[in-house]
Each structure stands twice: as structure tokens, then as C-alpha cells.
């Protein structure tokens, strides 16, 4: 009887061991796929930002780490890099405006590696509903007045300031807030676009130097 209850606890212990190998194995099988899965989609949403811009790389998979006063603050804020095979295409930066009427404003813009922007989406805000909201792309174009700018063909400030951008009737904050931001960041890309630009900002998203 002994023998018969060892044995199957045995043949149970082995069916345990088992099924918990096979769970992990799966496990493992499955966060691979979800990863890939992940950075595809990021992949497609970030290129969504450079419309015009060619590149065969994972957007996704070059994310690094960068720190310049010209993003509005010391903060660490993301870099993407578009490639088209050993050139550099594109950038994508992933940052914030502190000087919105209302609190901090997250910006994403594309911009192609001759420092023309391609695209500025403001992902996440506060301003006031009727006025400042009116950068949010659902609600008007005035997004789209940067499209296909540089440093070379505008000046990024707000016509009341001298600059190439309108503003809002009755707002004015918030679009010298994003106008100004577009503006230092070009400045920015114009060292990351040089031979060893990118070589100062070697830190991965999630990760140690």
C-alpha cells in the first residue's frame, strides 16, 4: 500500500513538474510575441510622425535617453531614430512644455533629419476648453501650420512676438508655449543631425549607460 501511495505521489510530482515546465515554456514563448507584438504597434504609431520620411528600421527598439535644456528642462525625455539603412532619417522626440496656461503640456514631434518637422501631436494637456484646447488636432488645424517648417523658413514664435505661428483668439499662452518648445527642439536636432550627434546620448529607454 505504501508503494502504491509513493508511486503515485511520484506520477503526480512528475505530472506537476511538468505542467509547470511547459506553463514556463509558454510563458516564455508568449513574452516574446507580446514584446515584438508591442514594438510593431509602437513602430507604426511613431513613424505615424513622419509622414514623408523613409526608414526600414524598429522605431521602437532605438529609444534612448536624452538631456538638453532646449527640451524646456534637465528631465531625461525619449528619443526615437528613424533609419534607412546605415543613415539617419528622422528623429522623434517625446517631450513637455512647462509653460502652458494651465500646467504641462506633452508634446511628440517627428521631425526629418534636415530639421524640417514633420508633425507635432499634443498628446496630453489642461489648458482651458474653448480656447487653449484648440491645439488638440480633433478641434482644429492650427497643429498643421507646422508641418513642413525649420529653422530656416520660419521664426518659432507667436506673430504677436515677431514670430511665423497665430495664436489663439483670446488665448495666447498656449500656443507660444508649443511654438516655442518646436523651436528649441530644432535647435537640438540640428547637433543630433551632426556625424557624432547621437554619440552623446547612448542611455536606453528603461536602462543603465
Same mark, same amino acid.
Given at each position: 500500500?505504501?508503494?502504491? *501511495?509513493?508511486?503515485? #505521489?511520484?506520477?503526480? #510530482?512528475?505530472?506537476?513538474?511538468?505542467? +509547470?515546465?511547459?506553463?514556463?515554456?509558454?510563458?516564455?514563448?508568449?513574452?516574446?510575441?507580446?514584446?515584438?507584438?508591442?514594438?510593431?504597434?509602437?513602430?507604426?504609431?511613431?513613424?505615424?510622425?513622419?509622414? @514623408? +520620411?523613409?526608414?526600414?528600421?524598429?522605431?521602437? #527598439?532605438?529609444?534612448?535617453?536624452?538631456?538638453?535644456?532646449?527640451? #524646456?528642462?534637465?528631465?531625461?525625455?525619449?528619443?526615437?531614430?528613424?533609419?534607412? /539603412?546605415?543613415? !539617419?532619417? &528622422?528623429?522623434?522626440?517625446?517631450?513637455?512644455?512647462?509653460? /502652458?496656461?494651465?500646467?504641462? =503640456?506633452?508634446?511628440?514631434?517627428?521631425? *526629418? !533629419?534636415? &530639421?524640417?518637422? $514633420?508633425?507635432?501631436?499634443?498628446?496630453?494637456?489642461?489648458?482651458?476648453? &474653448?480656447?487653449?484646447?484648440?491645439?488638440?488636432?480633433?478641434?482644429?488645424?492650427?497643429?498643421?501650420?507646422?508641418? @513642413?517648417?525649420?529653422? /530656416?523658413?520660419?521664426?518659432?514664435? +507667436?506673430?504677436?512676438?515677431?514670430?511665423?505661428?497665430?495664436?489663439?483668439?483670446?488665448?495666447? =499662452?498656449?500656443? $507660444?508655449? =508649443?511654438?516655442?518648445? +518646436? /523651436?528649441?527642439?530644432?535647435?537640438?536636432?540640428?547637433?543630433?543631425?551632426?556625424?557624432?550627434?547621437?554619440?552623446?546620448?547612448?542611455?536606453?529607454?528603461?536602462?543603465?549607460?
Amino acid at each position: 500500500m505504501m508503494k502504491a *501511495s509513493f508511486k503515485s #505521489g511520484l506520477t503526480l #510530482g512528475i505530472y506537476a513538474l511538468l505542467s +509547470v515546465s511547459l506553463i514556463g515554456a509558454t510563458n516564455e514563448l508568449t513574452k516574446g510575441y507580446i514584446k515584438a507584438e508591442a514594438e510593431r504597434k509602437l513602430t507604426a504609431e511613431l513613424s505615424a510622425m513622419l509622414p @514623408g +520620411v523613409p526608414f526600414d528600421n524598429n522605431i521602437a #527598439g532605438t529609444c534612448r535617453l536624452i538631456k538638453d535644456e532646449r527640451l #524646456g528642462d534637465n528631465n531625461a525625455h525619449e528619443l526615437y531614430t528613424a533609419k534607412k /539603412g546605415d543613415g !539617419v532619417t &528622422g528623429f522623434i522626440f517625446h517631450y513637455y512644455t512647462h509653460k /502652458g496656461y494651465s500646467g504641462d =503640456i506633452e508634446l511628440l514631434t517627428g521631425t *526629418s !533629419v534636415d &530639421g524640417t518637422v $514633420r508633425r507635432v501631436q499634443v498628446l496630453r494637456h489642461q489648458e482651458t476648453p &474653448g480656447l487653449g484646447d484648440q491645439v488638440e488636432e480633433g478641434k482644429s488645424d492650427w497643429l498643421k501650420s507646422f508641418r @513642413g517648417k525649420s529653422l /530656416g523658413n520660419a521664426t518659432f514664435k +507667436v506673430r504677436k512676438d515677431g514670430g511665423d505661428f497665430d495664436s489663439f483668439t483670446g488665448a495666447t =499662452i498656449t500656443p $507660444r508655449a =508649443i511654438t516655442e518648445a +518646436v /523651436g528649441g527642439l530644432l535647435e537640438l536636432e540640428k547637433d543630433l543631425a551632426s556625424p557624432e550627434g547621437l554619440s552623446k546620448f547612448q542611455t536606453p529607454c528603461g536602462g543603465k549607460k
